[in-house]
C-alpha cells in the first residue's frame, strides 16, 4: 500500500501571508500518460471534505486561484498564495494511482 | 447539480452488521465514467478509505477490511450501499460516500455518523 505523508501537521498562518504544504508518497505517483495521481483535499469545520486540486495541480471548478498545486513523483505541495480566513480547516493530500486510495495525516491550517 | 446523501441507522450494537446507503441525485449513477466510493473519519481523526464500486458492479476494497465488507450498486434506484459485519467500536466514524473521477472525488455526502455500541 502507498503511505502518504504531510508536513506541517499544524500551521498557523496570518491573513495575507502564503502558506505551504508539503504532502510526500512513498512510491511514484506518475503514470505512464504523465498524470500524477495526487489530489487535494479541504475539510472545512463541521463540513465534509472538498476537492481542491487533482492529478497533481489542476484547480477544481470554483477553486480560488490563490490555491495552486506543484510536485511530481513522489514530492507535492499545496501553495496558498495569500491566506484568508475561509482557508481553516484540515487540508488532506490523496493517492489515487492505485487502491487502496490513502491520505495523508491531514494538515490543520489555522488563523493567527 | 450531483447531490449524494447517505442514510441508515446511527446506532449499531457490537458484533451485528452496519448498512448504509447513499442516495445519488441531479445524475444517473449509471452514467459516466465514474466510481462510487465510501470514506470514514474517525470522530477528530483521519480520513480512511474504505473502497468503491464501478457502474458495471466492479470492486475495490480496503484490504484491511475486505473480509467483513460488501459494496453494492443499485442503478434501478440511482444508489449505492455499504455493508460492513462483525463492528466493533473501532468502526465507530462518519461515514461519507463519494462519487469519484479520473481527478479526483469531486461530490461528497454530508456524512453520517454510526455510532457501534450496546
Known amino acids: 500500500d502507498i503511505v502518504m505523508t504531510q508536513s506541517p501537521l499544524s500551521l498557523p498562518v496570518t491573513p495575507g501571508e502564503p502558506a505551504s504544504i508539503s504532502c510526500r508518497s512513498s512510491q511514484s505517483l506518475l503514470q505512464s500518460n504523465g498524470y500524477n495521481y495526487l489530489d487535494w483535499y479541504l475539510q472545512k469545520p463541521g463540513q465534509s471534505p472538498q476537492l481542491l486540486i487533482y492529478?497533481?495541480?489542476n484547480r477544481a471548478s470554483g477553486v480560488p486561484d490563490r490555491f495552486s498545486g506543484i510536485g511530481s513523483g513522489t514530492d507535492f505541495t499545496l501553495n496558498i498564495s495569500r491566506v484568508e480566513a475561509e482557508d481553516v480547516g484540515l487540508y488532506y493530500c490523496?493517492?489515487?494511482?492505485?487502491?487502496?486510495?490513502?491520505f495523508g495525516q491531514g494538515t490543520k491550517l489555522e488563523i493567527k | 447539480q450531483v447531490q449524494l446523501q447517505e442514510s441508515g441507522p446511527g446506532l449499531v450494537k457490537p458484533s451485528q452488521t452496519l448498512s448504509l446507503t447513499c442516495t445519488v441525485s441531479?445524475?444517473?449513477?449509471?452514467?459516466?465514467?465514474?466510481?462510487w466510493s465510501w470514506i470514514r473519519q474517525p470522530a477528530g481523526k483521519g480520513l480512511e478509505w474504505i473502497g468503491r464500486i464501478s457502474t458495471s458492479g466492479t470492486t475495490n476494497y480496503n484490504p484491511s477490511l475486505k473480509s467483513r465488507l460488501t459494496i453494492s450498486i443499485d442503478s434501478s434506484k440511482n444508489q449505492f450501499s455499504l455493508n460492513l459485519t462483525s463492528v466493533t467500536a473501532a468502526d465507530t466514524a462518519v461515514y461519507y460516500c463519494?462519487?469519484?473521477?479520473?481527478?479526483?472525488?469531486?461530490?461528497w455526502g454530508q456524512g453520517a455518523l454510526v455510532t457501534v455500541s450496546s
Open positions: 490523496m493517492q489515487t494511482l492505485q487502491t487502496p486510495h490513502s
Open positions: 492529478l497533481g495541480s
Open positions: 463519494a462519487r469519484v473521477r479520473s481527478g479526483g472525488y469531486d461530490y
Open positions: 441531479g445524475g444517473s449513477i449509471s452514467s459516466g465514467s465514474y466510481f
